[in-house]
């Protein structure tokens, strides 16, 4: 299993704390954009079905989720929820293995006020007076 040696990976492997649930509305993904992957399309319908929020990050999906009614949330709230319970102690290195990954936020538009939130930006040297 790719990326067995994680924390968390036994978990995921036994199950714990995952529940498998099966789609019941099924003629209902007929009802979303076509652009989605029908994996968004099915977690959508899911989380519609058992009253559940949403996590999910690319735009189209957050769009079509929000409009059938479902809460989303998003990888960098459960970065933050993570850090202000102290489960984690910093964002950044998480956000960085997913940014080496091939995961795309914008640098300046979602990256940096971020971090910024969180207190993780590195502090800008200030300007030498001459």
């Known amino acids: 299993m790719k990326g067995g040696d994680r924390p968390g990976a036994a978990d995921v492997q036994r199950g714990e704390g995952i529940r498998r649930q099966t ?4 003629p209902a993904l ?5 652009s989605l992957a029908q994996g968004e399309c099915e977690a959508i319908l899911l989380a519609e079905e058992e009253g559940a929020p949403l996590l999910v990050d690319e735009r ?4 079509a989720a929000v409009q059938r009614g479902i809460k989303v949330i998003g990888s960098l709230w459960v970065l933050k929820e993570a850090k202000q319970r ?3 102690l910093a ?6 293995e ?5 995961y795309w936020l914008h640098p300046e538009c979602v990256i940096r006020p971020f971090l910024q939130e969180m207190g993780e930006l590195p502090p800008i040297p200030e300007l030498s007076q001459e």
């Open 91 to 96: 964002v950044r290195p998480i956000l960085g």
């Open 86 to 88: 102290g489960m984690i």
């Open 23 to 26: 789609l019941r509305n099924w």
């Open 60 to 63: 189209k999906a957050r769009d």
């Open 30 to 34: 007929t009802h979303l954009p076509r």
């Open 98 to 102: 997913l940014l080496a990954i091939g």
